[in-house]
Every structure is written in C-alpha cells, then in structure tokens.
C-alpha cells in the first residue's frame, strides 16, 4: 500500500497540483484455504507551502487471521528537477497479539517521461522484533498501451530470540490497456521465507484486469496462485483473489 500511495502522490506533486485531496482504498481478500478479509486505507493530502504536502492516513486490517489498526503522518515534498519524496511515521496495533508496531518511512521518485523509479527505507519495530526493508521499484511506459514494473524487497529482522534473518522478494508485472478504460496484467513473485518458526522459499503467479472509468475511481481484480510446497510445516498451494476499489476526491484549490 505504502509504494502504491508514494505514486498517487507523486503523479500531482510533480505537477504542482495544489488541491487537498482523500484516496480511499479498499481490498477485499478470499484465499482457498478458507482465509478471507477486508483491507482498508483512507489518506488526505493537503498542499502546504513552498512544495511540501501534508500526508495524514488511518487504515485498518480485518480478517479471518488478523485484527490491526493503524494511523500514519508525514510530509511529501517537491525536490529539485523530476524528484519528488515522502518521510512519515505509522503507528499500528494488533488486537489478537496486543502488540503495536511502529514503522518510520522515507523515500525519493525519480519520475520524467516514461520512467518512474523509486527507492524507499521503512524501518519496522514491535516489541519481539526489529528491522527495516530497503525497496527499489521501476516503471517503464513502453507505449500508451503497455509498461512494465519491477519491485525488490530486501528486508532485515532480528528477533528477540538473538535470531537474525534476511529476507527477500521480487515482483515483475507487464501491464496492457485494451482501451483508455481497461487494462489487463500478468506477472509474478519469488521470495523467502526465513523466520524463527520456518524457513522457506515460495513463489507466484498472477494475473488481472484493471477498470478505469473515471479519473477518480478505479477497480482491479487480481487472481494469483502461490507455490510454497517447500514450507517446512504445512505446505501448500494457494489461489487467491482480491479486489481492490481507489477512490479519489479532490477538493477545491
């Protein structure tokens, strides 16, 4: 969500578009291992002098597995030439552990043209555990119809077990626009697993369509299928769907 939010800003403060502005967001989850939930993020943004935009959000996880609530505040701001960054604090707080997790953020987008690269630093501390993920993401717009993305994850964690682990992800996707409406994708995943309780690796494939009907509404659905036969305990297969509502409103200059 974090990387997602990092380029609806970026795609007006580089601009200069100075209106406040809500993004909701909704995800709706189904797993075939009978897990389900509901995500959901509502942010405002609001212009402040001398290109610095005020980020403030509160978000929510419920699902069958998991119970957090949290809040975040932060600053985005224009840099020098097509550079555009963000450094802000979230709070969470799981019900079912009774724990919170604080994760600090800052990052930098390069976006001009057809490219948009990225890089982001978010620490991550709970009372068990603490670490940070370094995520570098690029976009390339081959033509109006079709472009190509690109994120790594790496991610440290030491516990307090005195255990360390390092873990990584990559996600490739293609994305292809049937129209100036619809838009169909197709990509994949490959991470690890190294955790106190199990240590594995595990990919994916997915694939979905994106529905565009206006400049502030849009609705994806993505299916996606994840290998983790290698799972110590419990290996599986899994399909998962998931569908996603943004909504934006723009208020007035």
Request: glycine residues 10%; negative net charge.
């Amino acid at each position: 969500m974090m990387i997602a939010l990092i380029l609806l800003l970026g795609a007006d403060a580089a601009f200069g578009q100075g209106r406040p502005r809500n993004i909701l967001s909704l995800k709706f989850n189904y797993y075939t291992d009978q897990r389900f939930g509901l995500e959901w993020e509502e942010v405002f943004l609001a212009p402040l002098p001398k290109g610095f935009y005020l980020v403030s959000a509160v978000s929510g996880t419920n699902t069958s597995f998991s119970d957090i609530t949290g809040g975040r505040l932060g600053l985005a701001f224009d840099l020098p030439g097509s550079f555009y960054g963000e450094a802000s604090y979230e709070l969470e707080y799981d019900w079912r552990t009774a724990n919170p997790k604080h994760t600090p953020l800052v990052s930098c987008t390069y976006e001009s043209g057809p490219a948009m690269a990225s890089l982001s630093f978010s620490g991550e501390f709970t009372p068990d555990s603490t670490g940070g993920v370094l995520s570098p993401s690029l976009k390339y717009t081959l033509n109006p119809r079709f472009s190509l993305s690109s994120s790594l994850f790496l991610a440290f964690h030491h516990y307090s077990t005195s255990e360390s682990f390092f873990n990584f992800a990559a996600l490739a996707t293609g994305e292809y626009g049937l129209g100036p409406e619809i838009f169909l994708s197709l990509g994949g995943t490959f991470g690890t697993v190294y955790e106190p309780d199990a240590r594995y690796e595990k990919w994916s494939v997915l694939g979905g369509v994106k529905v565009v009907p206006s400049d502030s509404v849009a609705v994806k659905c993505l299916v996606e299928y994840e290998n983790a036969d290698s799972a110590p305990v419990n290996p599986h297969n899994i399909i998962s769907a998931l569908i996603v509502v943004d909504v934006k409103f723009r208020g007035k200059e």
